[in-house]
């Protein structure tokens, strides 16, 4: 079955006012760590200073004192002896990525295993200075451990054993099992290459920095807790936070106010910064039958959790003087922690990237994956970014080795596992699918709004009147259409003709209300106006997934389409009953619903209002005081699909869009500085859904990718293993002064995997850019820097170096 | 009903504009380039807590006496005793005197626009005018706005409705958490500079983060609502 085709929308792709632009520009958003509920107290958890730690002796006799401290909960403490908490391991994700093996983390050990990682003791008090008083007056004599931070390292037979009591899970006690996937024949084809060479890869390891920071605010209404939590899986972290209280799920009520940036990183729920923060707050406020806030500063967030993990390694690669690239072979050691995700698999290090969009035959891929004494992490737009780094490292090296256009390299080696791109377009034929070449698509609207051709030039050829040096850079990937997990979507029909979309809220800023009341109107057939996307907490009856993350506009477009063609179902049976003349002799497949009208096919202009049916839609139930109480239509429908990115009736297919960006740089030979002037992101989202949204989250991802390429990254004292730079004087995110110009061109290939074939994007650009950088850099002082993030330091080095 | 000073509190749209623009003094503490956006002509030269000179560009030289800027009062338990104004309304309150601004309008007075991102003076997102002048609240003293006039993103929102229509039309919010922030820095400058450039605005917003990366439509949607305000 193919894709319902459609271009002739009313409502998608047009621009409506932002449904939460009023209260975001006002300030009269809420998030959850807005929320201070009366007679509240606060709750702090202390962390670990040293990258490896046991608490031999612990003095709070001191912050007893303090006024305003009303409990101190140590790792000693009866009331939370033996008190574990849900690990990583038994999240069902988890387990699908991983092994599923029961095993639960001690709530408050006496041991930590890096610097940052909550231990200790709780201080508990009537405000959050006190809590941070009182915890800098607890006295703490450690014993310092053997420490490593480098994965490479970690693995060695003689590290010290990291995690001990998982040899059975982890080779040497340190080692994750990683991965090695290969196809093809790397060796014969490296001897068959016009050229063969290797370059060192590096991407540092990264913060999220949401602008929200954990927070989660727990009250007891009897024997049910209700959650006030930044998190992007309300629904998750109910499951969670029953099992760690000893509840049963329908006890736990997560709500989600708007959040400040979640990026797939407060999708964690496994980490202590979710579950273990609600476990305190539920915990205190139970004990103390109060509400409880339980916080994180800054410092301590950029400490106890990181996104990106640090990964280093090297690419070999076999390529022809015409740009065909015959083999890669990929080896990468990445860096992770206990109670983490293990990133590991064939998507994270590169390997899909390669098969899902090119036709090179022979690659092989090695990820080493390692306990080290780096914070635990999940991700953070997103965790394909080392295997779509490698991908556009590749291409930007093959194209400076021969001198060629890398956007002639892209094209020649698009395709689909080890086949060429007319192959990849006849699966696409085969299932009634649009055929239009994405990649080339988006080069031609790119190039020419960029103004490639005339821009780009040999490598250091250009350098400009003020003294630096112009360059150009290009990358490439498909574009994010991941459809994973079941969602289920409600739709309620008011009495006045209205619709409610019924589901779980996690508002990530994506314009998930004005995009989803678009696609829910296309689909009923009714003016965005009556749509709304107000929705609920973790109870809600109807479970979207992550609206606005991954897989959010694919799996939220079918579901409500498949909700919608119900309730215009329901809708047209409760029109035929009504017997109006309007309708006289028709069955349900004669009517249609447009603009909020509901006509017969044959007689368009006989129409009825939506109104008019929905108000009788149940009878009238007159009350004894008179007031008369109305039914509603409401429908829902469940998408699944079991894996990837699927056919509408099921199995996976191919990637067919793609997206590719351009960025122009000025790079002063002085002082190593790299000024970004302009960047063009092209996207094929399949269908524009909200134009301006769509264009927001382009530029939105290149920001973020930009920093992650030249100014992000944790720094280590790696005598002490502990982190310099908590915080974001020190921790460099991009600003309004480091680029000119940013621009977003919209490809509509149809092809992108959702309704319509409408897909994602904002991930996918953060995602992809960092190695656009890298590009641009070579092309402007000719030589390669593959070891991100960029910075001045490396500028300055490989001039040297080139001298 | 409001009461008689409740309405007497309450600024025209007209005074708080004006006012807006008259910097009558404070120790304020933050970024170079939120401290930008009250113009680089203007001096502040401040005498006493009580007495404070200010010239800038637009207005000449306004000097406040002592009555009017008054003395936090100690009460019993340590505390301070404020008065002051938010949005045009008077507020009276008492302070630790360690307790920020960010504190006293979050959590005392519930302000929810005024919002903790880095908390240490580095984000902007706290950023409120005081006496018209952006300041980063969590890096100012409760007990240190006496006597003075404070503006948040909400209250300006009331004031200046074309800068928050060009902010929503331009989509400048994604997770929307920075957003009132950047309002404030932008309401300052437009009234310091009714035409802003493009470089000036720029460098006004410099000091507000935004993880989301919504900094390109900020300047088109500073350069709208000047148009829209006609430079006033």
């Known amino acids: 079955m193919a ?73 000693d403490d009866p009331r939370i002896k033996d008190t574990k908490l849900m690990s990583s391991w038994n999240h069902p994700f988890t387990a699908y990525l991983t ?110 920095v949401g602008a929200e920071m954990p927070q989660v605010t727990c009250n007891w209404e009897g024997e049910d807790v209700v959650v006030y939590a930044h998190t992007q899986q309300p629904y998750d972290l109910s499951l969670y936070t029953a099992a760690n209280l000893g509840l049963k799920q329908c006890q736990v ?31 205190v406020a139970k004990q103390h039958k109060r509400p409880c806030k339980c916080f994180i500063n800054r410092a301590d967030q950029f400490r106890s959790a990181r996104s990106q993990c640090y990964m280093h390694g090297e690419i070999k690669i076999g390529a022809n003087k015409n740009g065909k690239i015959n083999a890669v072979s990929i080896k990468n050691f990445t860096s992770h922690q206990r109670a983490g995700l293990w990133i590991t698999g064939s998507a994270y290090s590169g390997y899909d990237h390669f098969t899902d969009n090119t036709c090179v035959q022979n690659i092989k891929m090695e990820d080493h994956c390692a306990v080290t004494s780096q914070p635990p992490g999940w991700w953070f737009r997103c965790e394909q970014n080392i295997g779509s780094y490698n991908l556009g490292i590749v291409n930007s090296e093959v194209a400076h080795k021969f001198g060629l256009d890398p956007t002639d390299v892209a094209i020649l080696n698009n395709g689909y596992e080890g086949h060429d791109v007319d192959y990849l377009y006849n699966i696409a034929k085969e299932h009634g699918l649009p055929t239009r070449d994405s990649l080339k698509a988006c080069i031609e609207t790119g190039k020419k709004a960029f103004g490639w051709d005339s821009k780009f030039h040999a490598d250091g050829a250009k350098k400009l009147p003020n003294g630096r040096y112009h360059g150009v850079g290009f990358i490439w990937d498909h574009a994010w259409n991941d459809n994973v997990n079941t969602i289920t979507v409600g739709l309620s029909l008011n009495q006045d003709g209205s619709v409610n979309i019924l589901g779980q809220r996690d508002d990530l800023g994506t314009n998930d209300k004005t ?31 992550n609206p606005g993350g991954s897989m959010g506009v694919i799996s939220q477009s079918r579901g409500i389409m498949r909700a919608a063609k119900k309730l215009r179902t329901a809708i047209f049976d409760k029109a035929l009953t009504l017997n109006l003349p309007e309708f006289k002799d028709a069955v349900v497949d004669d009517l249609d619903l447009k603009e909020g009208y509901v006509f017969k096919k044959s007689a368009p202009n006989a129409k009825v209002h939506i109104s008019d049916i929905a108000a009788t839609c149940l009878p009238y139930a007159t009350q004894p005081w008179g007031i008369s109480c109305k039914g509603v239509i409401m429908v829902y429908d469940t998408n699944v699909t079991k894996r990837k990115w699927g056919y509408p009736d099921g199995g996976t297919r191919p990637r067919f869009a793609r997206q590719c960006h351009f960025i122009e740089v000025e790079v002063d030979p002085d002082t190593g500085e790299i000024f970004m002037t302009n960047i063009n992101n092209v996207v094929d989202v399949g269908v524009v859904i909200s134009p301006k949204s769509c264009r927001g989250q382009a530029y939105g991802g290149a920001m973020q990718g930009l920093g992650r390429a030249y100014s992000e990254e944790y720094i280590y004292d790696k005598t002490y293993g502990v982190i310099l730079n908590p915080d974001l004087q020190e921790y460099k995110i991009v600003t309004m002064l480091d680029f000119e110009t940013a621009e977003a061109e919209l490809e509509e290939s149809h092809n992108a995997g959702g309704e319509w074939g409408c897909g994602g994007i904002g991930e996918d650009v953060a995602t992809l850019i960092p190695a656009i950088l890298s590009d641009a850099v070579r092309n402007a002082i000719g030589v390669s820097i593959t070891e991100q993030p960029i910075t001045p330091d490396k500028i300055i080095m490989a001039l040297k170096d080139k001298k | 009903m409001k009461d008689k000073d409740e309405e007497k509190a309450v600024l025209s749209r007209r005074q708080f504009l004006k006012d807006a623009g008259i910097v009558l003094g404070t120790s304020a503490v933050g970024s170079a380039a939120l401290l930008s956006a009250c113009g680089t002509n203007e001096i502040t030269k401040t005498d006493t807590v009580t007495k404070t000179s200010t010239v800038t560009k637009n207005v000449t030289t306004t000097v406040v006496e002592k009555e009017t800027l008054p003395l936090p009062i100690e009460t019993e338990n340590g505390r301070l005793l404020i008065s002051f104004t938010v949005n045009g309304k008077k507020f009276d309150a008492t302070v630790e005197p360690r307790e920020t601004l960010h504190h006293l309008l979050h959590e005392q007075l ?123």
């Open chain 1, 3 to 75: 894709d319902e085709y459609k271009d002739d929308f009313l409502y998608v792709g047009k621009d409506y006012r932002r449904k939460d632009g009023p209260e975001k520009a006002m300030g009269t958003a809420i998030y959850a760590s807005d929320i201070t509920l009366p007679n509240s107290l606060f709750a702090k958890v202390m962390t670990c200073p040293w990258a490896h730690a046991k608490i031999k002796k612990m003095d709070t006799s001191k912050a007893e004192k303090i006024e305003g401290v009303v409990d101190i909960i140590r790792y």
């Open chain 1, 99 to 208: 092994e599923n093996v029961e095993e639960l983390k001690d709530f408050l050990p006496s041991e930590g295993f890096y610097d940052g990682e909550e231990m200790g003791v709780i201080i508990v008090a009537e405000s959050e200075d006190i809590c941070e008083e009182a915890m800098n007056a607890v006295e703490v004599e450690w014993e310092q451990l053997p420490f490593v931070l480098d994965p490479e390292d970690s693995i060695k037979k003689d590290a010290p054993i990291y995690y001990p009591g998982r040899e059975t899970m982890i080779g040497n006690g340190n080692e994750i099992p990683g991965c090695e996937f290969s196809m093809g024949d790397v060796d014969k084809a490296f001897k068959e290459s016009d050229e063969v060479w290797t370059v060192p890869v590096a991407e540092p390891m990264i913060n999220w």
């Open chain 1, 253 to 283: 009520k997560v709500i989600t106010p708007y959040s400040g940036g979640t990026f797939g990183e407060r999708a964690f729920v496994q980490h202590f910064n979710d579950q273990g923060i609600t476990y305190i707050a539920a915990m």
């Open chain 1, 515 to 545: 995009t989803y009341s678009q696609i829910a109107a296309e689909c009923i057939g009714i003016p965005y106006e009556m749509v709304n996307y107000r929705c609920g907490d973790s109870t809600a009856p109807f479970q979207l997934k």
């Open chain 2, 110 to 232: 519930g302000f929810k626009s005024v919002k903790t991102f880095c908390s240490r003076g580095g984000c902007g997102s706290c950023s409120v005018l005081l006496d018209g002048r952006p300041v980063l609240s969590c890096m100012t003293f409760a007990s240190s706005v006496g006597g003075k006039d404070i503006w948040t993103s909400d209250g300006i929102g009331k004031e200046m409705p074309e800068l928050i229509e060009a902010y929503i039309d331009n989509e400048c919010m994604q997770c929307g958490y920075c957003t009132p922030g950047f309002i404030v820095t932008a309401a300052a400058l437009l009234k310091r500079n009714g035409n802003p450039s493009t470089d000036e605005i720029r460098e006004a917003l410099a000091g507000n983060l935004c993880r989301c990366g919504t900094y390109p439509v900020h300047i088109k949607a500073v350069h709208e609502a000047a148009s829209a305000m006609g430079g006033k």
